[in-house]
Every structure is written in C-alpha cells, then in structure tokens.
C-alpha cells in the first residue's frame, strides 16, 4: 500500500527545518487548546464559585494529572511504534497494532479508573489538606475519573493520526472541543449553577465528543485502521510489542506528575493559598511548554517515520532542527513570562497572597526553562529512535532529585527552594542525556 498522506511524504523527503515547523504548529495550538481545558475550569470555578471550589480544583489537579500523564505517555509510545510501521509500510501488522491497543489499552484504562476513584480521597486527606477543601477536590474527581476511558481513547486516536501524518484533524477537533467546553463551562456553572460537578461535567462531554469524532475520522480515511467485525481482539504478540513501548512512556509521562504531587505535599505547611498560587503557576508553565512540545511531539514523529524507513541522516537533521527551534522559543517565551506574571496568575484568582506566590515561582522559573526546553528535545529525540526505556530511566532520576531537593529546601526557602530543586534536575539531564543523544545522533541512529 502507498503513501498517500501529503503531510506525511513532506516528513519524509521535505527540508527538514520548515517540514517540522508546518507540522508542529497543528500540534502546538492543539497543545494549548488541550490547557485550555484546565485553565478555563479555574477561571470559571476561580470567577463564579471562589476561593474554596478553586482550591479543591488545585488539589485534585495532580491526581487528574497523574492518571492523564500515564494515558498520554502509552498513547506517545503506541504512536512511535505505529510511526515507524507507517514508515515501513507494514499495513498488515499495524492493524493488528491498532486492534490490540484500543482493546487491551481499554481494559487498563478501566483499571486505572477503578484505582484512581477508591484511592483519591484517602490520598488528599493523607496530604493534610482541608476537609471542606477535599470535598470539593471529590465532587469533581469522582466525574472526572469514571470517564477516564474517553481520555484514553482521544490520546490515542490523536497519536496514530499524527504518527499517519495528520496532525490537522486532531488539533480541528480539540479547537471545536475547547470553544464547547468554555461555552459548557460557563452554562453550567455560571448560568445553571452546578457548581464544581458542573465544570467536570463539562470536560467529560467534551472528551466523549473528540473522541467520537477522532474515532469515525480515523475510520473511514486510514484503511488499514479500519476494523471489521470480530477484529477488535487482543493479539498477544503485539500486545507484548506494545507494551515494550507503551510502559516507559507512560511511567516517564506519569512520574513527572508524581514528582509534582509531592512536592504540592511539602508546600501544605506554607499554606492554602501558597498550594493554590503554586498550582496555578503550573497552569501557565503547562501553557508555555505546549509550544516546546509541540516540536518535541512533530520532531518524534518525523524521527520515527525516518527510522521506519532507515534513513539515519534525516534524524539526525529533525533532531538538530529541534534544538534550534527551542532555543528560539525559550528566549521569546521566557522573556514574555517574566514580564508578564502577575498578570498570567491574575487571571485565575485577584488574591494577592496567590498571586505573589505563583509570581514568585514564574519568574524565578523564566531563565532555567532554557534546560526544560532543550530537554523536550532531547527526549523527543530518543523517544523518536525508540529509546524510550531510556527517557523514562532519565526522568525518574531527575524526578527523584527533584523531590529529595524540594524535602530539603522548601523548609528554609519557600517557593524558590522548589525553583533551585527543578532546576538542578532539568541542568542535569541536559549536560548527562544531552551529551549522550549527541554522540548516538553521530553514529546511525537507533543501532
């Protein structure tokens, strides 16, 4: 079977630099629509609802975020292994690639869902917070976490869309999806007075719509993907190579959240509202990373379709391309952040306690989000060649030294005892991995 993606012949015989900067921007303004989810319910809940409801919102956020990371991440490493079946042209094993995941990635993301609803309270009331807080935080969470079936499968159908080579429709669909929520948003919580269920109710519906949406397209426009009766079945081999790229991905995607989960623990003593402004200046850097993955994401699947095809000198071009473009983001988007804090934190609460707590960290984090960003790379670069076991080992490492740091630190610094913790970890894969990624690029990539 040909090629017949257009998209997808310009990743694999385009000039490297503008081939990834054209099919990085669909992602990148899904990416920040993605947030947008996140960031309207705060505004919504922060405007209409107060103080109390935004605060169970921030700290249900890293539980959410937890159980998000691990199906983004299986959903990140499934495409890489679809990418370079595409590159290869192997119609006839991607399909049954296609039929595992959605069928065994399914049944764990039921899992995932059953565990997160009868631990979630246990592990809020384990952190100290707030019972009236945690109420909140749960009223929320117990909608959120029983779909959590329709987050997976939006991830997933996203990700094989853009390992085909599309990486139009899904951001498309998450355009549409974003407006609809925000508009659901302020219906049901500002106009119909639901409250916080309100809000999850939103985001919920919005899932099950791209969801539906992304599904049909895929369908009926990618063959091989197209299943027919008695096809959605488990294959055990598959389901064994899936895991192999799957698993690490996730853990990567996940621990990050769980190192982030922590660290919101040790702040519980500086009080509610050093959390929330905390909380929310994770808000903005979420926003302002969706531009450096966005790259990552377009570089890993250029590098994974050029693998696919065994063309070594072409991953090494997107991943020197990716370098460079980071570099270029951070010094437009961290001057931006610093300048313009307060204001990003302003918009989801006026107190002034959070305000100065989130500013405190934004601005500290501008000039060390150098690291970050050259990190996206560089593990968008090993996760594209299928090193992800690799990523994964770099990022609980660095993860775990960020949590050792911030026990260490926030009792005598605060919030910037955080900011020295994350950067170490950030400074460090950058000089160790980075050097690495470096010497694998110069020799044939992935051998």
Known sequence: MKLHSQN??????????????????PIILGNIFQQLYNIVDAMVVG????????????????????????????????????GQLCGAEDWERLKKVHATALAGGGLVTLALSAAGLLAARSILVAQGNDPAVVAHAMSYLVIILSCLLF??????????????????????????????????????????????????????????VSTLWLGLYTAKHCEPLRLKRGELRIDRREAGAILGFAWAAALQQAVVMVGRFLIQGMLTPLGTHSVTGYNMSMRVEQFLFCFSQGISAAMVVGISLSKGRKD??????????????????????????????????????????????????????????????????????????????????ASLSQIVLRVILSSLLIPLWGIPGICAAVTTGWVLLVLIEGSYSLKVAKRAAGN
Not at 348 to 370: D, K
């Open 8 to 25: 997808k012949e310009a990743l694999l015989t385009g000039r490297p630099l503008p081939t990834l900067l054209l099919f990085a921007l």
């Open 312 to 393: 070594d000198a072409r991953v090494r071009a997107f991943y020197y391309s990716a370098l460079r473009t980071e570099f270029v983001l951070w010094i437009v988007l961290g001057a931006v952040l610093y300048l313009l804090a307060p204001r990003f934190i302003g918009l989801f609460s006026s107190h002034e306690e959070v305000i100065a707590a989130g500013t405190a960290y934004a601005r500290t984090m501008a000039l060390p989000y150098l690291f970050a960003f050259l990190g996206e790379a560089i593990q968008g670069f090993f996760r594209g060649i299928g090193r992800l076991r690799l990523t994964m080992i």
């Open 47 to 82: 405007k209409y609802l107060g103080d109390l409801p935004l605060a169970g919102i921030s700290i249900a956020s890293p539980i959410m975020d937890i159980l998000y990371a691990l199906l983004l991440g299986a959903s990140i490493g499934i495409g890489v292994l679809v």
């Open 151 to 208: 987050n997976y499968l939006y991830n997933y159908f996203a990700a094989v869309l853009r390992a085909w080579g599309n990486s139009q429709t899904p951001f498309v669909v998450l355009l549409v999806s974003s407006i609809l929520h925000a508009l659901l948003d302020l219906l049901l919580c500002g106009v119909l007075d639901l409250g916080i269920r309100g809000v999850a109710c939103s985001t919920v519906f919005c899932q099950v």
